[in-house]
Structure formats: structure tokens, C-alpha cells
């Protein structure tokens, strides 16, 4: 079945540093690849999103290529700002109906 | 604005009783979704529904039950069967089926045993 592998958190950085947050997936077909972010307390908001081989998605800084060759799909960016400290979920679908999601990766930035 | 809503934000239950979680949204989104989140954990699903009068089990609907009357609402009731009930509930949903698209999350519901 599907399935989305997170590095392990937590992730600590300070103000104006890079971010990479690791993510693989197994799946059957094409699925497409998201990212997620929550803040404390709120739902999933959709940060960015890619759905076929060599997309990039972008937003607020964020980015990720969808890699087919090796199943990955890893979020950047270039200067975290405290603002950026919340949790991330990478996420997959490859059938109509269903997200499967990564185990989640807590971001903290210092300023 | 559009969105979804859940209430309440926080909920209590005492030991064998049923509680019913409120997702409703004004997207005009047919399917709809219900997740639990545990801590350390990715969201799982427990039931979805694509078209009113219409749901299906997700991967642990044991102890759960829901049911979709209208197209904007999808309230998920807790039965004292589910014997660990406390997590984060999200509703989410999707303007339409196919794999590109997107769900939108309310802000959730968190269920504690008193």
C-alpha cells in the first residue's frame, strides 16, 4: 500500500538558517505529493503541492521537487523565520480519494 | 469567507458515553473527511463520504460513527466502543474526486476522557 516516510523530528534552527525536511514515498501509479503545515492548535493548511515527475511546488519561501527516480520529495528553504515554526506533513495521493500522510515533523525556530 | 468548521474546539467524555463532533462547510465541496491525529503520528483516516447519503470506512472506523444528510455537513460520533478516544479529530474537504486535488481542514476538535 501507500505510504510516506518523514525524517524524525524535532528540527531546531535559528533565524535566517536552511531548512530541508526529508520525504520518500511508496505508491502504486502516479500519485501526487503534498506538503502541509500546522501551527499550534490549528488544522493542516496545504503549503504546496506537485503532481507529476520533475514538478516543482513553491510557496512562501518553501519548495519541493517531486523526484520519481528516487521516490522523494523533500521541502526547503533557503532563510526559516520563527513564523515558520510549526509541524510539517508530507503527504500522498494516488487514487481518488485518499491522502496518506508522513508521520509529521516539528519545526522550531529561534530567533 | 469559506472554510469549514468544527465545533466544539474541545470536547469531554465520560466513560461509556456517546459524543458527536460538528464539521460543517460552506465550499460547496462534495467529499468530505475525518481524520484522528495522536501525537508523533500522521493523520489516519475514518470514514469519507464523496456524495451525500453516501460514506465509506476508512482505515479505523471502529467506534465511529457518521452520516451525511446534507452536502454540508458530516457530524462523526464517538460511541463508547471506541475505547481510546482521546486524540485531535480534523474534518476536511475536496471540491472534487481525482488525485490532484487538494483537501482543506477545519481547525479541529480535541476529545479528552474526563
Known amino acids: 500500500g501507500d505510504s510516506v516516510t518523514q525524517m524524525e523530528g524535532p528540527v531546531t534552527l535559528s533565524e535566517e538558517a536552511f531548512l530541508t525536511i526529508n520525504c520518500t514515498y511508496t505508491?502504486?501509479?502516479?500519485?501526487?505529493l503534498f506538503w502541509y503545515v500546522q501551527y499550534p492548535g490549528e488544522g493542516l493548511q496545504l503549503l504546496l503541492k506537485?503532481?507529476?515527475?520533475?514538478d516543482k511546488g513553491s510557496n512562501k519561501g518553501f519548495e519541493a521537487t517531486y523526484r520519481k527516480e528516487t521516490t522523494s520529495f523533500h521541502l526547503e528553504k533557503g532563510s526559516v523565520q520563527v513564523s515558520d515554526s510549526a509541524v510539517y506533513f508530507c503527504?500522498?495521493?494516488?487514487?481518488?480519494?485518499?491522502?496518506?500522510f508522513g508521520a509529521g515533523t516539528t519545526v522550531t525556530v529561534r530567533a | 469567507d469559506g472554510g469549514i468548521t468544527q465545533s466544539p474546539k474541545y470536547l469531554f467524555r465520560k466513560e461509556g458515553q456517546n459524543v458527536t463532533l460538528s464539521c460543517e462547510q460552506n465550499?460547496?465541496?462534495?467529499?468530505m473527511y475525518w481524520y484522528r491525529q495522536d501525537p508523533g503520528q500522521g493523520l489516519r483516516l475514518i470514514y469519507y463520504?464523496?456524495?451525500?447519503?453516501?460514506?465509506q470506512k476508512g482505515d479505523i472506523a471502529e467506534g465511529y460513527s457518521v452520516s451525511r444528510e446534507k452536502k454540508e455537513s458530516f457530524p462523526l460520533t464517538v460511541t463508547s466502543a471506541q475505547k481510546n478516544p482521546t486524540a485531535f479529530y480534523l474534518c476536511?474537504?475536496?471540491?472534487?474526486?481525482?488525485?490532484?486535488?487538494?483537501?482543506?481542514f477545519g481547525d479541529g476538535t480535541r476529545l479528552s476522557i474526563l
Open positions: 476536511a474537504s475536496t471540491s472534487e474526486r481525482g488525485r490532484t486535488q487538494p483537501q482543506h
Open positions: 505508491a502504486t501509479g502516479y500519485p501526487s
Open positions: 506537485a503532481t507529476k515527475a520533475d
Open positions: 503527504a500522498l495521493s494516488s487514487n481518488d480519494y485518499k491522502l496518506s
Open positions: 465550499l460547496n465541496h462534495d467529499a
Open positions: 463520504s464523496q456524495i451525500v447519503n453516501d460514506f
